[in-house]
């Protein structure tokens, strides 16, 4: 079973920028696409980038595009989420997860989810 577990998530002011990584414990992570999802406070969990087992095809949300760049590390079982100017509307608990599909941005295809970590960005 693969285990997920973010950093990187914290306090950050509007125009910042963060760099969360996801850290997998299982060997076979490169068989998985992964993806990283966000849940505000009242509202679901969205999409936010996805990207293939190989690294080369992603996805965003088109709240984020050309803002995030999602990326993958397969010899450290490591994906990343690099958060460049922050704005308030960004602030929510990031979930980095992991499908056995070539590459989905619907939660429903994600079969492995980490703990999430919290990003918070002030105006």
């Known amino acids: 079973q693969v285990q997920l577990v973010e950093s990187g998530g914290g306090l950050a002011q509007a125009g910042d920028s963060l760099r969360l990584s996801c850290a997998a414990s299982?060997?076979?992570?490169?068989?998985?696409?992964m993806g990283w999802f966000r849940q505000a406070p009242g509202k679901e969990r969205e999409f936010v980038a996805a990207?293939?087992?190989?690294?080369?095809?992603?996805m965003y949300a088109d709240s984020v595009k050309g803002r995030f760049t999602i990326s993958r590390d397969n010899a450290k079982n490591t994906v990343y989420l690099q958060m460049n100017n922050l704005k308030p509307a960004d602030t929510a608990v990031y979930y980095c997860?992991?499908?056995?599909?070539?590459?989905?941005?619907?939660?429903?295809?994600?079969?492995?989810w980490g703990q999430g970590t919290q990003v918070t960005v002030s105006s």
């Open positions: 997860a992991a499908s056995g599909l070539f590459i989905s941005r619907s939660q429903y295809d994600y079969v492995y």
């Open positions: 299982e060997f076979t992570y490169g068989s998985y696409s």
């Open positions: 990207i293939t087992r190989s690294g080369g095809s992603t």
